[in-house]
């Protein structure tokens, strides 16, 4: 095997690897959301948005390694695919790491008064399901070359995390009606609904690049 095909293959492992890791960090911080959720634990909240900065850093360094092996190797086929869809993968972990810190924000900002717990249950029932999506997803992409049907299996879970925010927007509204000082909490917890649905569908995201760094197709699965 010639010397810079070899070295080609370490970097696109060495990404991949780096990347699963970058995956798990991300991973970490959204079930601490959802139990800081749960919990309405200020203390785990001040973690996670504490936590956010190394996740922001991690992606700044895996997209300049990126770039580094598509300038100095010109990778192709598999190779350049995988690290040419690192880039895009790196960036929707780093945003989903955002939407956890946000979901912490949201805690912080609105300690008092405490969010209901018959609203809150729901949503973090909800976060669970967006959560096993992403986790999946990036189960996909860390089997050998991707697992395409893997991947397309995790996007058709998208429209049943829609349809949960949608039950979840409607109940807010009813205690709302019912009640105007759940207005302020109401309208939080909203947020934070919407938070993890832009969780199941950069998860979606991710399943578009792992079938594509399978197949070479660039499917559409939202």
């Not at 601490?32 to 973690?47: I, K, P, T, Y």
């Amino acid at each position: 095997m010639p010397q810079s095909r070899l070295l080609v293959e370490k970097k696109r492992a060495a990404l991949h690897e780096a990347l699963l890791a970058l995956g798990a960090q991300v991973e970490l911080a959204l079930r601490q959301s959802l139990e800081a959720l749960s919990g309405q634990d200020l203390e785990l909240a001040r973690a996670i948005v504490a936590g956010d900065a190394a996740i922001n850093r991690q992606r700044r360094l895996l997209e300049q390694e990126a770039l580094l092996v598509l300038a100095a190797y010109q990778p192709a086929g598999l190779d350049l695919r995988i690290v040419g869809a690192s880039m895009e993968l790196v960036a929707e972990l780093e945003r989903i790491g955002d939407y956890a810190a946000d979901v912490a924000r949201l805690l912080l900002r609105h300690e008092q008064p405490r969010f209901p717990a018959a609203l809150v249950a729901p949503i973090a029932e909800m976060g669970a399901a967006a959560v096993a999506m992403f986790c999946d997803a990036m189960a996909a992409y860390g089997c050998a070359g991707g697992d395409a049907a893997m991947a397309r299996a995790v996007a058709t879970r998208d429209d049943a995390v829609d349809a949960l925010e949608g039950e979840l927007v409607a109940a807010i509204v009813a205690a709302i009606r019912e009640d105007p000082a759940q207005a302020a909490p109401g309208l939080a917890l909203s947020r934070v609904a919407h938070l993890y649905e832009r969780v199941a569908d950069r998860a979606t995201n991710i399943a578009e690049r792992v079938v594509y760094i399978a197949t070479g197709e660039t499917p559409d699965l939202d």
